[in-house]
């Protein structure tokens, strides 16, 4: 793993990289915030860096930057702990990045994100991004259509009860935490939360009164019903699925 995160590597291990045609580099936007009462508020950075380290395996000439946060996060703010940045600063950190690395000689950039709340700003930063560098690719990863539908589909072939992966704190992050880094989380803790369906009239009510507008517990969803294995199986379903839409959008 330290081979591939830039973070752990000395500048002569990076420049050997680079001239070894390791020129994509892999920037998830992550976050620093509550995640139920049964889970670490780090989970959102150790799923980032998991689901990066995987993805740069899988492409074969990636490294991996270190994981930003905190992200956006104001919706959690109600909950002590979360760290939330203003969209300026967070805008400005993200665009930062992708000097630092287009200066280092990277000729391929991947911002993706493993807090959903950092989605539509990292979408709007890679469209105007893309413009500015010539010679030099910018894409993001998965879209949360593209997100739900795996969470849908595994939910409906395990039987699972509809809502119980709502997306934040639910069965799937519970079960890839479980699955990933178990030290973390206390299933003694978990419990249900908001189980209906995430509609826009939802999502407004949670961007604009915050999570406790909707769940008093912080979860999105049903931590319950999480377990190791299925988190192995959430966290490849989802690896495969952001691997075909990056080679898609590499071409």
Same mark, same amino acid.
């Given at each position: 793993?330290?081979?591939? #995160?830039?973070?752990?590597?000395?500048?002569? @291990?990076?420049?050997?990289?680079?001239?070894?045609?390791?020129?994509?580099?892999?920037?998830?936007? +992550?976050?620093?915030?509550?995640?139920?009462?049964?889970?670490?508020?780090?989970?959102? %950075?150790?799923?980032?860096?998991?689901?990066? &380290?995987?993805?740069?395996?899988?492409?074969?000439?990636?490294?991996?930057?270190?994981?930003?946060?905190?992200?956006? /996060? @104001?919706?959690?703010?109600?909950?002590?702990?979360?760290? %939330?940045?203003?969209?300026?600063?967070?805008?400005?950190?993200?665009?930062?990045?992708?000097?630092?690395?287009?200066?280092?000689?990277?000729?391929?950039?991947?911002?993706?994100?493993?807090?959903?709340?950092?989605?539509?700003?990292? %979408?709007? *930063?890679?469209?105007?991004?893309?413009?500015?560098?010539?010679? &030099?690719?910018?894409?993001? !990863?998965? /879209?949360?259509?593209?997100?739900?539908?795996?969470?849908?589909?595994?939910?409906?072939?395990?039987?699972?009860?509809? !809502?119980? $992966?709502?997306?934040?704190? $639910?069965?799937?992050? %519970?079960? @890839?935490?479980?699955?990933?880094?178990?030290?973390?989380?206390?299933?003694?803790?978990?419990? $249900? !939360?908001?189980?209906?369906?995430?509609?826009?009239?939802? #999502?407004?009510?949670?961007?604009?009164?915050?999570?406790?507008?909707? /769940?008093?517990?912080? *979860?999105?969803?049903?931590?319950?019903?999480?377990?190791? @294995?299925? +988190?192995?199986?959430?966290?490849?379903?989802?690896?495969?699925?952001?691997?075909?839409?990056?080679?898609?959008?590499? !071409?």
């Amino acid at each position: 793993m330290n081979k591939l #995160l830039l973070e752990e590597m000395s500048w002569p @291990e990076i420049k050997k990289a680079l001239d070894d045609g390791m020129t994509t580099v892999i920037i998830v936007a +992550g976050s620093v915030e509550q995640h139920g009462p049964h889970m670490a508020e780090i989970t959102d %950075t150790v799923l980032g860096y998991q689901s990066a &380290v995987d993805l740069a395996k899988r492409l074969g000439n990636a490294l991996v930057a270190p994981v930003i946060r905190p992200g956006l /996060s @104001e919706h959690h703010m109600s909950m002590p702990g979360t760290i %939330t940045l203003r969209p300026e600063v967070f805008t400005g950190i993200v665009e930062d990045y992708i000097s630092a690395y287009v200066r280092h000689g990277f000729k391929t950039i991947i911002l993706t994100f493993s807090h959903g709340g950092n989605l539509k700003t990292l %979408t709007q *930063i890679v469209e105007e991004q893309a413009k500015k560098y010539e010679g &030099v690719k910018i894409i993001g !990863g998965l /879209s949360m259509p593209d997100l739900y539908s795996v969470l849908e589909k595994i939910e409906n072939e395990e039987n699972l009860p509809a !809502g119980t $992966c709502g997306g934040h704190a $639910c069965t799937w992050e %519970t079960s @890839e935490m479980l699955f990933l880094a178990p030290h973390l989380v206390d299933m003694s803790k978990a419990e $249900c !939360g908001f189980v209906n369906k995430i509609n826009d009239e939802i #999502l407004e009510k949670l961007f604009t009164g915050g999570i406790t507008a909707i /769940s008093k517990n912080g *979860i999105l969803g049903d931590a319950r019903h999480a377990d190791a @294995e299925l +988190g192995a199986r959430y966290f490849k379903a989802l690896q495969d699925k952001q691997e075909q839409v990056i080679r898609d959008k590499l !071409g």
